[in-house]
């Protein structure tokens, strides 16, 4: 593919400011802005966006958030709004995160809000999808991906301001990939499920995601229709993060 890659790391509840400072001066050494044709973001947990936006833009490196509130402002305890992600030098979030479906009861009804709300303050969201392994053991996993896609991806969003991310449940965190032919598969289902909408959107990239580590990095991201990848617990390393960006 010859399109930009998206490598993006997501820390999730991971990193306090030494451990930032640590992961940045190892980064630096690594000259992450000496590699063309992939873009790098790092969403850190919100507390270290203001922290660490400079050092990263520095390096060419972007930053995001991992999830944000569908309003603007108000009595929202313990929610961040898009354009406060934005305010402190965001330019994605991630949205729909399996684990925020799962533990936080978020359903595609307000990902769809949370996508709006993003790209109403110029973030670029990055909407996660996919089955539990329940699912995909009753047959249902094309099923339920084609109806998050429909019901989490807003109409009128597409191209480059539109990322989309793969990550069957059942292989986040677990050490175990989806194979590449179930990565294919399921990339052309959902590029399908966005050409059926109303709006027949376009998405500029969908990324995979779930146990992404260097040692499988090249062949998911040889993949044709694999624009990218998300990576959770092999992006807290600076050296394995730069390891899956290369095999891009
Ligand atoms: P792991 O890479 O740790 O499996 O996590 C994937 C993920 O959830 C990224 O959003």
Redesign the pocket.
């Known amino acids: 593919m010859s399109r930009t890659m998206l490598i993006a790391g997501?820390w999730k509840m991971n990193g306090t400011r030494p451990e930032a400072k640590a992961f940045l001066e190892k980064l630096r050494g690594l000259k992450p802005e000496a590699r063309p044709g992939r873009e790098l973001l790092i969403c850190p947990p919100a507390t270290l966006i203001g922290e660490m936006a400079h050092p990263l833009a520095q390096l060419g490196v972007s930053i995001g958030g991992q999830n944000c509130h569908p309003g603007v402002s108000g009595a929202f305890t313990g929610d961040i709004s898009a354009g406060m992600l934005r305010d402190v030098g965001s330019s994605h979030v991630?949205v729909g995160?399996s684990e925020r479906r799962a533990m936080h009861g978020e359903t595609d009804q307000l990902v769809h809000a949370k996508a709006r709300a993003a790209r109403r303050h110029g973030l670029t969201p990055i909407i996660?999808v996919g089955e539990t392994l329940a699912e995909r053991e009753a047959g249902h996993a094309e099923t339920v991906v084609r109806e998050q896609v429909r019901a989490s991806v807003p109409d009128g969003i597409e191209g480059e301001a539109l990322v989309l991310a793969y990550?069957p449940v059942w292989?986040?965190?677990t050490g175990r990939a989806a194979t590449l032919d179930d990565i294919s598969m399921m990339h052309h289902v959902i590029r399908e499920a966005l050409a059926g909408k109303s709006d027949g959107a376009e998405c500029g990239l969908i990324l995979y995601?779930?146990?992404?580590k260097p040692s499988n990095a090249a062949d998911i991201l040889a993949l044709d229709l694999v624009g990218g990848a998300?990576?959770?617990?092999?992006s807290l390393d600076a050296g394995d993060f730069m390891a899956i960006a290369d095999a891009a």
Do not use: F, Q, T
Request: charged share 5%; glycine share 30%; aromatic share 0%.
């Open positions: 997501n991630i995160h996660c990550e292989a986040i965190g995601g779930g146990s992404v998300l990576v959770g617990g092999a």
